[in-house]
């Protein structure tokens, strides 16, 4: 089972996108769900995680530029992704975890192809 990441794009730094994760039913409703990415020649960190009662949690190189969002109603995870800049670029993945919990939150899932966010300066 894999999660779909969607919207990435170019956008000069400052810029902003919304990135979208497409979930089953019972992932969405039974799991945290998070965003992760990788930059050109390092590894893949985690971003932002949100789980079904609407807690979330942010990595430190994000916060208040981030804000990860649901939508019960399509099943849908969004990233809100302002202030961009040229360190944000990378290819965005989502991923779901073992269980509902933001905190200690580890990716269960098998990776997608993820979508690429480039930020110029």
């Known amino acids: 089972v894999q999660l779909q990441a969607s919207g990435g794009g170019s956008v000069q730094a400052g810029g902003s996108l919304r990135l979208s994760c497409a979930a089953s039913g019972s992932i969405f409703r039974t799991r945290a769900i998070a965003w992760h990415r990788q930059a050109p020649g390092k590894q893949r960190e985690w971003v932002a995680s949100i789980n079904g009662g609407g807690s979330t949690k942010y990595a430190d190189s994000v916060k208040g530029r981030f804000t990860i969002s649901r939508d019960n109603a399509v099943n849908m995870v969004y990233l809100q992704m302002n202030s961009l800049e040229p360190e944000d670029t990378a290819v965005y993945y989502c991923?779901?975890?073992?269980?509902?919990?933001?905190?200690?939150?580890?990716?269960?899932?098998?990776w997608g192809q993820g979508t690429l966010v480039t930020v110029s300066s």
């Open positions: 991923n779901a975890g073992r269980d509902w919990r933001v905190n200690n939150y580890t990716p269960f899932l098998s």
